[in-house]
C-alpha cells in the first residue's frame, strides 16, 4: 500500500533543496573571501572550560605569542597569521568547530587540542578536508597507532613517552622490580590508554600490580581513595590522572601526610602551581619546563613572561611550536598545499624545539621527536612560586638515541589511508 502524497512529497524535496541552494550560495561569498585572503588563517580549538580548562589558557596564549612573532617577521609568502581560537569543550563541540573552521572560515590548517577524544574527532574533520592537524596536547598511543592518519602530527608526546620517562628515573630509584603499585586513573580515553602504558611498563620491569581505581573527570575530593591507600599500603601510588585532577590530588595526598612515594606518568606545570610548595610532591613525566637551559628556551620564556607576566607552561611550548612548525613548512616549501608541507614534514627536517638538541618528525607515524624531563619538588625553600620545582637533565641522555622513548613501529602500528 503506498502512503503519504506525492505532490507534497515532490513540493517538500524541492523546498529542501531549494533552502540547500540558497544557503550554499549564502555561504558562497565568505568563503571565497576566506580563499583569496591576505592572510593564512589558522584555526586553533583547545578546552577552555572544564578540568583542562586551566591548560587551554597556557595553549592559547603560547599559540598567540607565536602568531604575533610570524607576523612581526613579515609572514610567509607576504601573507599574515590570523589565529582563530575557539573552546573545544567536548569531542562533539570540537568536530562541529573544526568543521565550520574549515567550510566557513577556509582556515589553512587547524592546531591544538588536549582532549584525545576530541583530537580524533578533529583529525577526522581534518582527515576528510586535507587540511593540516597539528595537534598539541593529545597523549592517546592509538591516535599515533590505529587512529593515525596523513594529515595528523604529533607536538604533545604519547603515552609510552611519559611512562618510559618517568619509569627510567624509578628504576634508579629502585621504585619498579618487586615493588607493590598501586594506580588511580582518569576515567576517559587519556586515563584509560595511559594505565595500559604504565600497566605494560610495571609488567615489563617486574612490579607488582596492586589494584586501579578509575577516577571520574569530575572528581574533586579524594579522602576515600586515600584512605585505601593508607589500608593497603603499597610501595608506591602511581597517578594517571589529568587536569585539575592531579592539582587537588596531589594537594589532599600531602595534606594526609601518608610516607608512601608518589609518582605520576602524566603532569603540567598548571598542576604543581595549583598544589603550591605545600602540595606537590613525588616524581613526574613533563615534556618541558621554564627552566630548560636551552638557548632558544629561555628567550622563548622571557618572550613569554614579558608579554603575560607569568612563566610559560608545557602546553604553552607545545602550540607555539605548532604555529612556528608551520610557518617554517610553508616558508621552506614555497606553498600551502597539504601534500606538499606533509611530505616536508615528513623529510626528516630539523626543527628548533627549543630544547637542547633538534627535534623532527618520525615519517611511519608523525610524532615529533625530542628530548623530555623529570620534575621533582624543588629543595630551594626559598624558590618563588613557579620554582617550587626542579627540572632534570634531559631524558634520554646527550649520547642517547632521543626514539628510545618511542614505541617502535612494532608495538604501535600506523597505517596510513
Request: net charge neutral; with cysteine.
Amino acid at each position: 500500500m503506498k502512503t503519504g502524497n506525492p505532490r507534497f512529497s515532490a513540493s517538500r524535496r524541492q523546498l529542501v533543496l531549494g533552502a540547500t541552494t540558497a544557503a550554499v550560495l549564502g555561504a558562497a561569498p565568505a568563503l571565497l573571501r576566506a580563499q583569496s585572503s591576505d592572510v593564512y588563517r589558522i584555526g586553533h580549538l583547545t578546552p577552555r572550560t572544564g578540568f583542562l580548562g586551566p591548560m587551554g589558557e597556557y595553549a592559547v596564549m603560547g599559540a598567540t605569542l607565536a602568531v604575533d612573532e610570524v607576523n612581526q617577521a613579515g609572514g610567509v609568502r607576504g601573507r599574515k597569521f590570523q589565529l582563530m581560537s575557539e573552546d573545544s569543550v567536548n569531542p562533539q563541540t570540537a568536530s562541529a568547530k573544526a568543521q565550520r573552521m574549515v567550510e566557513r572560515d577556509g582556515v589553512l590548517a587547524l592546531v591544538g587540542e588536549i582532549s584525545s577524544a576530541s583530537g580524533l574527532a578533529i583529525s577526522q574533520v581534518a582527515a576528510r578536508a586535507n587540511k593540516l592537524f597539528l595537534q598539541t596536547g593529545c597523549n592517546s598511543d592509538e591516535l599515533r597507532g590505529k587512529s593515525c592518519s596523513r594529515t595528523l602530527f604529533h607536538l604533545e608526546a604519547n603515552n609510552t613517552m611519559y611512562v618510559r620517562t618517568v619509569g627510567r628515573e624509578l628504576l634508579r630509584q629502585n621504585m619498579v622490580k618487586g615493588k607493590r603499585w598501586m594506580a588511580f586513573t582518569a576515567d576517559y580515553a587519556f586515563g584509560h590508554d595511559l594505565f595500559a602504558q604504565t600497566k605494560k611498563f610495571m609488567d615489563e620491569h617486574g612490579a607488582v600490580f596492586v589494584s586501579n581505581d578509575m577516577i571520574p573527570t569530575d572528581a574533586t575530593e579524594f579522602s576515600s581513595v586515600i584512605l585505601k591507600i593508607r589500608q593497603q599500603k603499597p610501595d608506591l601510588v602511581m597517578s594517571n590522572l589529568a587536569g585539575n585532577q592531579t592539582t587537588n590530588f596531589m594537594k589532599q595526598y600531602n595534606e594526609f601526610g601518608l610516607p608512601i612515594p608518589l609518582a605520576g606518568a602524566d603532569l603540567n606545570a598548571t598542576s604543581i602551581w595549583g598544589a603550591g610548595a605545600a602540595g606537590f610532591s613525588g616524581v613526574w613525566p613533563i615534556i618541558w619546563t621554564h627552566q630548560v637551559k636551552s638557548p632558544s628556551g629561555q628567550k622563548f620564556t622571557e618572550a613569554f613572561t614579558r608579554r603575560f607576566g607569568r612563566p610559560p607552561d608545557n602546553q604553552a611550548i607545545a602550540d607555539y611550536l605548532a604555529v612556528k612548525v608551520l610557518a617554517q613548512a610553508i616558508k621552506e616549501t614555497d606553498s600551502d598545499d597539504t601534500a606538499k608541507l606533509i611530505d616536508y614534514l615528513e623529510s626528516g627536517v630539523k626543527f628548533d624545539v627549543l630544547r637542547q638538541r633538534e627535534g623532527y618528525f618520525r615519517k611511519w607515524d608523525h610524532q615529533l621527536v625530542f628530548e623530555m624531563y623529570t620534575v621533582t619538588p624543588s629543595k630551594d625553600k626559598s624558590a618563588d612560586k613557579w620554582d617550587i620545582f626542579q627540572t632534570s637533565a634531559p631524558v634520554p641522555g646527550p649520547e642517547e638515541d632521543m626514539e628510545l622513548l618511542l614505541p617502535t613501529m612494532a608495538e604501535n602500528a600506523c597505517k596510513f589511508a
